[in-house]
Nanobody, 129 residues
């Protein structure tokens, strides 16, 4: 059974850094767009970043642009999210997700959680002020 497993969450002070890693298992996600979403208490799940299989392009939410970097290691079949200059408002459960990449140019499709087929269990990130 295909699974996504996140790791790397934890508690960090504001201004600090964390690196999240998503390790798929049970299948190869090489033709999938790999995304990160997050959900804070009482809020809806929101898009953070995505790495397209088609063309290798990346997209970020405005709130994390310039601070977070998504990367993909095809040899290890993993995707990572490097988070720098963390703020208390970044506190949330972070989820890795996979969506079949059809190769189309409409990248807005991959900013929507409902278009993803596989999800991890999530990892908690807490940023203290």
């Amino acid at each position: 059974q295909a699974r996504l497993v996140e790791s790397g969450g934890g508690l960090v002070q504001a201004g600090g850094s964390l690196r999240l890693t998503c390790a798929p298992s049970g299948r190869t996600f090489s033709r999938y767009a790999m995304g990160w979403f997050r959900q804070a208490p009482g809020k809806e799940r929101e898009f953070v970043a995505v790495f397209r299989w088609s063309g290798g392009s990346t997209y970020y939410a405005d709130s994390v642009k310039g601070r977070f970097t998504i990367s993909r290691d095809n040899a290890k079949n993993t995707v990572s999210l490097q988070m720098n200059s963390l703020k208390p408002e970044d506190t949330a459960v972070y989820y890795c997700a996979a969506a079949l990449d059809t190769g189309d140019s409409n990248s807005y499709y991959y900013l929507r959680a409902q278009n993803y087929d596989y999800w991890g269990q999530g990892t908690q990130v807490t940023v203290s002020s």
